[in-house]
């Protein structure tokens, strides 16, 4: 009973939010959404007291809610239909598809989201050393902290702490400072370790400071040195060079000496392949992969069909032999889904490992020891990435196998709808320290990102035929389709997007962030090159999404070099959707020749790329080498010259 109109109250079904989201910190306040929610919301005498202040405002203040913007963000406000596929998702399956607030995308400051992160630092340049070997001597170490806080009194804390006691010398000839090797290789383990753990950290890091050769390797150091000066470059002008130099030594590495049948072998394989993707060395990556797994497949890890062939017959139950093997076996599953089978299509794990995964021995771990809680996470997170990327085998053989074009598109769109109940099943039965949240670590968040990138991919083939408004039965909805599973995954990518760009600063310097980029890009320039083609005039909020892929891929480029090709791919797609006029794309390649510039001085860091990456997953499904970002560039120096000489540049202002 409502006391004021003393009469019963009715309750919709869901709870009307302010938006005012904590994570978006650099959102203006007192947007047109807020105010107009205000108005709505406050008692009447509140609400009138502002209406008044509204009305004094100066008209450069004032809300303009016939703007297009504020209209389509009004309609944002509604909650969705209950007879819609989003609402379905949300109540049924809440952690993969959480309900989302609407965010004022038209408030938020764009200066600080969209600007690279970059730009901010590009004081600070990158030192001109000749050669690669020509790095600084040891006795002139610079500060290993971020350029912004040197000098600190108090130490930066690290991944763990008996980092401290790394003699860096003992394990490489490149001179790299022992301070800053230790600041990268915790940034590493900090950041990128989550999410393609090749190894266990604790038994890794133990061999590292007591100069032990059980869990570690001189090969294992030197290659995860130079995957990790890569991230570090935005933060420390030296450690370009230092990648590039350490590079060089794994390869010799690799190639000089005979390196024994070892996880740590693997391992530094594996990342001396991902070294490879980031400098555009598609052939020599592919080399080091196929060469971890047949070491693995040897050693019996995966790629085995019995217990008689598997690495549990070596490994007589030892249990810290199994932890490091473990992670090593199900960190390579997971390795080569992400970047190969998601980036290239390419698929060299066929059958999983028949061992426990790291999850499973968790109750082996001391009790007692602190560093078990971070330990037990990052097993946790290993193993259900693994179940997901199990799952996603299942569709690289469907989709790209030998008999996949002996199949009929009904036959496939079935097999489609049974492997989503079964990616569905597996995010309801993740653990909610796997569930998103305000406290969420960046790493399971990158999990929702490749479980949303997977859902699109498997209803990607059915979008530009008539199978794309096919009814799927298993839903209760009649307006559950492929079109509608792809739109929910795409809001969804929508959101983490932005919020990792919010959140997690020193991840934005990461590789790993860019699957999410690039599959929110695509899905925008689709979105948008139909909008201009539709009616001539830009939209939005697929323009303010775009601009953020694009500000990451600027930033990810001042690290890590195959993202210059990358970059300059997804302009020449978006020229050719017409999702952006030449002016637009002209700024964007501007920038990027800016930060090929800082690199021109560090030899290795501007070689030619080959950049095999696929950037046009649309595109892809018909024609895999078109799709491709080396053919891409190629593409966009045409549609650069056609459209600047039809006088097709656009106003400024437009996308």
Not at 55 to 80: F, K
Not at 318 to 345: K, P, Q
Request: proline fraction near 6%; aromatic fraction near 10%; include cysteine.
């Amino acid at each position: 009973m409502c006391d004021h109109r003393t009469e019963n109250c009715e309750y919709t079904y869901t709870v009307r939010h302010r938006v005012t989201l904590a994570e978006v910190e650099q959102s203006k306040r007192g947007g047109p959404a807020e105010i107009l929610e205000s108005l709505r919301t406050l008692p009447p005498e509140q609400a009138l007291e502002l209406f008044r202040k509204l009305r004094n405002e100066t008209p450069s203040r004032a809300l303009n809610l016939a703007r297009p913007s504020d209209q389509q963000h009004l309609r944002g406000l509604l909650p969705p239909t209950q007879n819609s596929l989003g609402f379905e998702l949300t109540i049924r399956h809440p952690i993969a598809y959480p309900a989302l607030f609407p965010v004022p995308y038209t408030d938020l400051t764009l200066g600080v989201l969209l600007q690279p992160v970059t730009n901010c630092r590009s004081s600070r340049q990158v030192s001109p050393f000749a050669s690669p070997y020509l790095t600084p001597e040891r006795d002139e170490e610079p500060k290993s902290g971020p350029p912004d806080s040197p000098g600190t009194a108090t130490p930066k804390p690290l991944f763990d702490e008996r980092l401290r006691l790394l003699d860096i010398t003992k394990w490489t000839n490149i001179p790299i400072p022992n301070d800053l090797a230790i600041s990268t290789i915790s940034h590493y383990l900090d950041i990128d370790y989550p999410t393609i753990p090749l190894f266990d950290a604790d038994l890794f890091v133990r061999d590292l400071v007591n100069l032990q050769h059980f869990f570690c390797s001189p090969f294992l150091v030197t290659a995860v040195l130079s995957w990790a000066c890569q991230a570090y470059t935005t933060l420390h002008a030296d450690a370009a060079a230092f990648s590039v130099a350490l590079f060089a030594e794994s390869q010799q590495y690799f190639s000089d000496q005979q390196q024994p049948n070892s996880v740590t072998t693997i391992a530094a394989l594996q990342i001396l392949s991902m070294c490879a993707v980031t400098y555009g060395k598609d052939d020599m990556s592919l080399r080091f992969l196929q060469e971890s797994v047949k070491l693995g497949k040897a050693m019996g890890l995966f790629n085995v069909q019995s217990e008689a062939e598997s690495a549990t017959v070596w490994l007589g139950g030892h249990a810290e032999w199994t932890r490091a093997v473990s992670y090593t076996a199900w960190g390579m599953v997971a390795n080569a889904c992400r970047v190969y089978s998601l980036h290239y299509r390419v698929h060299e794990i066929h059958t999983p490992p028949l061992l426990p995964m790291p999850r499973d021995l968790i109750v082996f771990l001391p009790s007692d020891d602190p560093k078990t809680f971070k330990i037990a996470f990052h097993a946790q997170l290993l193993s259900a990435a693994s179940d997901m990327w199990i799952i996603f085998k299942d569709i690289l053989e469907r989709f790209y196998g030998p008999h996949y074009h002996g199949t009929t598109l009904e036959s496939t769109l079935r097999f489609a709808e049974g492997t989503y109940h079964r990616l569905l099943c597996w995010s309801g039965a993740l653990s909610l320290d796997m569930a998103r949240g305000e406290e969420t670590n960046h790493s399971v968040m990158l999990l929702h990102v490749y479980f949303h990138a997977v859902v699109t991919d498997l209803f990607r083939p059915f979008l530009a035929t008539e199978y794309k408004s096919q009814r799927l039965y298993s839903f209760s909805t009649h307006y559950a389709t492929p079109e509608a599973v792809y739109a929910s995954s795409v809001t969804q990518l929508k959101r983490l997007l932005l919020l990792y760009r919010l959140r997690y600063k020193s991840a934005n310097y990461s590789v790993l962030w860019q699957t999410a980029v690039v599959y929110v890009a695509n899905a925008m320039i689709s979105e948008g090159g139909m909008t201009l083609r539709a009616d001539g005039q830009p939209g939005n909020e697929w323009k303010f999404y775009l601009d953020v892929c694009l500000a990451g891929l600027e930033d990810l480029y001042a690290s890590f070099p195959v993202f210059g090709s990358i970059a300059q791919g997804m302009v020449g797609m978006a020229l050719r959707h017409s999702a952006i006029r030449t002016n637009k794309a002209t700024s964007v390649l501007t920038q990027l020749d800016e930060i090929e510039r800082r690199h021109a001085s560090i030899k290795g860091m501007t070689d030619k790329t080959e950049a095999r990456w696929i950037i046009d997953l649309d595109l892809a499904t018909t024609d895999f080498e078109g799709a491709q970002a080396r053919n891409l560039v190629e593409e966009l120096q045409k549609l650069m010259v056609e459209q600047t000489e039809s006088g097709h540049a656009g106003e400024d202002g437009q996308p």
